[in-house]
C-alpha cells in the first residue's frame, strides 16, 4: 500500500491558484521525521523537481518551475504536506506527484504517491 495520497488538482485557469495535499497514511512512514518533496511531470516531458522540505519544515528548496510562485509547507499533526500553486501557467500543467524520504535518507525518495493532474486552460 503506497502510504502517500495527493489531492487538489484540478482545472483552473491561467492566473488562477490550487492547493494540492499529500497526505500520509499507515505505519510505513514516519512522516513527522521524513523530508517531503513535490515533482512534477507533464506529458512527454521527463519529471522535474517543483519542491522539497525537511522534516520540521526549517529547510525549503524549489526547482526552476516553482520560484515566487509556489510554496511548500507542512503540518506534521495532520501528516500531511501542501504545495500552494499561484499565478498558474499552462505550462504548469502536469501531473503533481508527492514524494517522501525517510529519516537518514537525506533527500533520496523512498515513496511516491499516485499523482494528481493540474490542467491550466482557459
Known amino acids: 500500500q503506497v502510504p502517500l495520497a495527493e489531492s487538489g488538482g484540478g482545472l483552473v485557469q491561467p492566473g488562477g491558484s490550487l492547493r494540492l495535499s499529500c497526505a500520509a497514511s499507515?505505519?510505513?512512514?514516519?512522516?513527522?521525521?521524513?523530508?517531503m518533496g513535490w515533482f512534477r511531470q507533464a506529458p512527454g516531458k521527463e519529471r522535474e523537481f517543483v519542491a522539497r522540505i525537511n522534516w520540521n519544515g526549517d529547510v525549503t528548496n524549489y526547482g526552476d518551475p516553482a520560484k515566487d510562485r509556489f510554496t511548500i509547507y507542512r503540518d506534521n499533526a495532520k501528516n500531511t504536506v501542501y504545495l500552494q500553486l499561484t499565478s498558474l501557467k499552462p505550462e504548469d500543467t502536469a501531473v503533481y506527484s508527492c514524494?517522501?524520504?525517510?529519516?537518514?535518507?537525506?533527500?533520496?525518495?523512498?515513496?511516491w504517491g499516485q499523482g494528481t493532474q493540474v490542467t491550466v486552460a482557459s
Open positions: 499507515g505505519r510505513t512512514l514516519a512522516f513527522g521525521t521524513s523530508a
Open positions: 514524494a517522501a524520504a525517510r529519516a537518514g535518507s537525506g533527500w533520496e525518495w523512498d515513496y
